[in-house]
C-alpha cells in the first residue's frame, strides 16, 4: 500500500510519465513506468512538482479490506446448500445429524475414521449438502451477533409424541429474524404415541402450515432411529435449495465463517470455517477477528488433507496466530504481512471501542441540570 508505480504518480501529478522518470534519473534513482517506487520517494519527486502527497489514512485501509466487493453475475456458479438442524431438547437433533451421516457413508470411507470438524457434509443424488453440527440456536445466535450468516435452510425438527415446545418456537423465530428456509422434520414417528397432525395443528398457530394441508411449509414425518424417510429430507433440502438459486463464486479469495475453533494441544489453534464464497487454499493468510495467520494445513470433514476448498466447504485449518471466536467471519489477505497488519487495526479499533463503551461518571449536577 505504501508503494505507487511511475505512471500512477505521475497520472497523479498530472504529468507525463517521462518527465517524472526524468525527475527519479536525477535523484540518481533508474526507474520504468510499471516500476513501483516507495511513498517518501515519491513525496520527493511531488514536491518538486509543488504537490504536497499525503498518506491514505491507515483505518480506510482496513476498512478497504473488510468491503466485499460484489460479484459479477457471470462469475456466479451453483453452491451447495447449508443448512442447520434446529428444535427442541431431546426432539432428536443429534440423532437425526448421526442417522443421516452414518446412511451416508460411501463403501470407501466406511470404516475409516471420521473425524469431527463441526460441520459434515452428505450425498445425495451427485449433489452435496453441508451440515453445521453446531445446534441452530447456539450458531444463530453467535452468527448474528456478528453479522454474518452461515445458513441457507433450517431444519425444525418437532418430536412427533410431543409436539411444538419451547424452544421449537424459539427455533422457528430464529430462523424467521434470519431469513431462513424452514422444513420441518417431524420425527420419531415410530414411537407408539407419534401424532403428526398434532404437530401440524400446533405448527399453523406460527405460521408454518403443511403442504398438505394448504401451506407452503415442506413437512417430512422421519424416524432417526429407524432411519426412515432420511433420503425423502434430503431431497427435499435439494428442492428448496434449488428454488434458492444459491450461488458463489469459486474464483476469488475465500471468505466465510468460523463454526468452531479450540486450542489443540499438538497443533496450536484449530479452526473449522465454513467457506462461503471464493476459494480457500493452503499457504493463504486470513483473519477472523483479532486471529490471523497463514493456512498450514487443511483438513475435509472426511478427515483427508485437501490443498482447497470452494465455497460451502467446511475445513479445518491449522496456522493461525491465536483461538478465533465462532461465529466470526473470515477474510482472506493479500499475504500474511496484510492480515498481521489487518488484525492489529482491529485490536487497536476494539480496544478505542473497550474506551468510548465505558460508562461515564455521572454527578447529581448532571442529572439535575438536564
Ligand atoms: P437432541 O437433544 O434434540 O439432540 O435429541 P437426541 O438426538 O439426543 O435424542 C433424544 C432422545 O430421543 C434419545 O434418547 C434418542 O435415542 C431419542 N430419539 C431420537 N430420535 C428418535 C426417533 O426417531 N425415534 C425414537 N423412538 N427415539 C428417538
Ligand atoms: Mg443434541
Sequence with gaps: PEMVTVKTLAE????????????????????????????????????EY?????????????EAFFAEEP?????????????????????????LLDAIRESNVTSREAGGITQHIGASVVTINDHDITFLDTPGHEAFTAMRLRGAMATDIAILVVAADDGVMPQ???AINHAKAAGVQIIVAVNK????????DR?????????????????????VPVSAIEKTN????????????????????????????IVEAQLDKGRGPVATVLIQNGTLKVGDSIIAGTAYGRIRAMIDD?????????????????????????????????????ARHVADKVIEKNREKLIQNTPQKVTLDDLFNQ
Excluded at 509543488?50 to 482496513?62: I, R
Excluded at 478427515?303 to 465455497?311: E, I, L
Design 168 to 170: 421449537t418456537i424459539e
Design 50 to 62: 509543488n504537490v504536497l502527497l499525503e498518506k491514505e489514512p491507515e483505518q480506510d485501509l482496513v
Design 189 to 196: 414417528i415410530d414411537k407408539p404415541g407419534a401424532n403428526q
Design 230 to 257: 432420511l433420503d425423502q429430507l434430503l431431497e427435499m433440502i435439494l428442492l428448496v435449495s434449488e428454488m434458492e438459486e444459491l450461488k458463489a463464486n469459486p474464483n476469488k479469495k475465500a471468505s466465510g465463517t
Design 302 to 338: 472426511k478427515g483427508r488433507r485437501v490443498k482447497q476448498a470452494g465455497p460451502s466447504t467446511p475445513v479445518e485449518i491449522l496456522g493461525l496466530s491465536e483461538v478465533p471466536v465462532a461465529g466470526d467471519a473470515f477474510f482472506t489477505a493479500k499475504n500474511e504481512r496484510e
Design 71 to 95: 460479484d459479477d453475475e457471470k462469475d456466479l456458479v451453483t453452491r451447495s446448500p447449508i443448512v442447520v438442524v434446529m428444535g427442541h431438547v431431546d426432539h432428536g437433533k443429534t440423532s
Design 199 to 219: 404437530v401440524k395443528q400446533e405448527l399453523v398457530e406460527y405460521g408454518l402450515i403443511a403442504e398438505d394441508w394448504g401451506g407452503d411449509t415442506i413437512c
Design 12 to 47: 497523479k501529478l498530472n504529468k507525463q510519465t517521462s518527465d517524472v522518470v526524468k525527475s527519479l534519473m536525477l535523484k540518481g534513482i533508474m526507474a520504468t513506468a510499471n516500476q513501483e517506487i516507495d511513498f517518501d520517494t515519491a513525496s520527493e519527486i511531488a514536491l
